[in-house]
């Protein structure tokens, strides 16, 4: 009744496309755009999912530098910028990102679709990629522990949000390459009780994966705590 009489007097608008949603909605999503969300299909790399030609198991760069997440899987290809090139996860990221609308948060988690990417049977934990401090009190919220409650509801595992912190601010990864990504993650990141996830298999969620640099350095650092095994879900993939 609250939801309706709040549709009622902010009609609900569908976080892709800007279209009105009807009154009794409970999406931020139209069906037009969540179908127009491409999954990434097989052949994709072995561990880090990226696509790949058919008759190899894993791209150049996991075979050259396997990172320290076991596997990893995103839902659909993230494309930058406006017009035709641009997708909806894509849009709503950017939005989302630089904008202060909690409701995108739960768009992001509609994107998910109806199957996750990841047979999540075996984990014990979500643990979502942590923002700076500084960073989560300029934006007010982070996108992807609203992403990893959402992902932790679907496959009815705690979600661990403050054990893994960000304990070193990073400057903006855009334009930098890879080996200056990995370099600039370096200590970023710190596990307060490794207790916690010592012999824990864990999920890592995060919105979009770009180099897999901040994934990598995550996981390691779970695994230095004594993690027996992380594995990556984002919602998107920079390809
Ligand atoms: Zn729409
Ligand atoms: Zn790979």
Not at 27 to 48: F, H, M, Q, T, Y
Request: proline share 6%; hydrophobic share 40%; aromatic share 4%.
């Amino acid at each position: 009744m609250l939801r309706y009489l709040l549709n009622f007097v902010f009609p609900p608008r569908c976080a892709g496309c800007g279209e009105r949603l009807p009154i009794e909605a409970d999406e931020r999503i139209c069906s037009i755009c969540l179908g127009k969300i491409e999954r990434l299909n097989e052949p994709l790399c072995a561990v880090c999912g990226i696509p790949i030609a058919a008759a190899s198991e894993w791209c150049e760069r996991c075979a050259a530098s396997p990172p320290h997440f076991s596997r990893a899987r995103a839902v659909t290809a993230y494309r930058d910028g406006a017009g035709h090139n641009s997708s909806v996860v894509g849009s709503i990221i950017r939005r989302h990102k630089y904008g202060l609308d909690q409701s995108l948060g739960r768009a992001l988690a509609e994107c998910l679709g109806a199957e996750l990417p990841l047979d999540c049977a075996g984990y014990d934990l979500v643990i979502p990629v942590p923002l700076h401090r500084s960073r989560l009190r300029w934006r007010g919220f982070n996108q992807a522990a609203m992403l990893g409650r959402a992902v932790a509801r679907r496959i009815e595992r705690p979600i661990d949000a403050t054990n893994l912190a960000r304990v070193r601010a990073t400057p903006p990864q855009t334009a930098r390459t890879r080996r200056g990504r990995r370099e600039n993650m370096r200590n970023a990141f710190a596990v307060s009780r490794p207790a916690r996830v010592a012999n824990r298999s864990v999920l890592l969620v995060d919105d979009v994966m770009t180099t897999g640099a901040t994934a990598d350095e995550c996981a390691r650092v779970l695994l230095h705590a004594g993690a027996r095994r992380v594995d990556v879900l984002t919602l998107a993939r920079v390809l």
